[in-house]
């Protein structure tokens, strides 16, 4: 298994300019997640799903889309970047579904580091 | 949101052990988890603790709850230059679906 897989590594948006971080997990989750990471700052959550063709707001989603029209992906849309956005993002995914705090388990994706100037 | 506040910086001699502390609010916590967080990759699930225990062991882990403090921490034995990375204390609440993260402590191993 893969895991979860994110691409791209790196990217250097202008403001303004539009992207789609992609996710993808091969682990047959229910849960995914999307988080940014801030300097020096714990995650934030931006949105969530727990299956397809769910998704619902976390802490964050201003400026943000999602879309889970299958369980393996969920993407992340910017529509227009700002340097706000700047940031480091991660996906992540889990069973859910059942008793127990491993169900909740998180497996995070190496991250997106994502530049807007 | 909740809040789950954390030190940031740890420094501590290989050999000794590290006590890594945090604090949380949402008094309805079910789940509480430590991440650890290698540089320039994503986070891993070290161990979890249910809010009914007082206490988790897992090898050179020991987790320590209290719940009437709301107040967590994770000591790690003989720790070892492997172990420096950013430590991420996470809380479940009953909202099933939403975790909160503190802002990590960073544990420095010198040799």
């Known amino acids: 298994n893969a895991g979860v897989t994110q691409t791209p590594k790196f990217r250097i948006l202008k403001i303004g300019q539009s992207m789609t971080l992609q996710c993808t997990q091969d682990?047959?989750?229910?849960?995914m997640y999307w988080y940014r990471q801030d300097p020096g700052m714990g995650l934030k959550l931006i949105y969530y799903s727990v299956g397809a063709g769910i998704t619902d707001k976390g802490e964050v989603p201003n400026g943000y889309n999602v879309s889970r029209s299958t369980t393996e992906d969920f993407p992340l849309r910017l529509e227009l970047a700002a340097p706000s956005q700047t940031s480091v993002y991660f996906c992540?995914?889990?069973?859910?579904?059942?008793?127990?705090?491993?169900?909740?388990?998180?497996?995070f994706g190496p991250g997106t580091r994502l530049t807007v100037t | 949101g909740e809040d789950v506040e954390q030190s940031l910086f740890l420094s501590v001699r290989e050999g000794d052990s590290s006590v890594i502390n945090c604090t949380y609010t949402d008094s309805s916590s079910t789940y509480l988890y430590w991440y650890k967080q290698e540089p320039g990759a994503g986070l891993q699930l070290l161990t979890y603790i249910f809010s009914n225990m007082d206490m988790k062991q897992d090898q050179r882990l020991t987790v320590l709850l209290n719940k009437k403090d709301k107040h967590l921490s994770l000591r790690i034995a003989d720790t070892q230059t492997g172990d420096s990375a950013i430590y991420f204390c996470a809380e479940k609440g009953r909202n099933f679906n939403k975790f909160y993260f503190g802002s990590g402590t960073k544990l420095n191993v010198k040799p």
């Open positions: 992540a995914s889990s069973p859910g579904g059942l008793a127990g705090g491993n169900s909740y388990e998180q497996y």
């Open positions: 682990m047959n989750h229910n849960y």
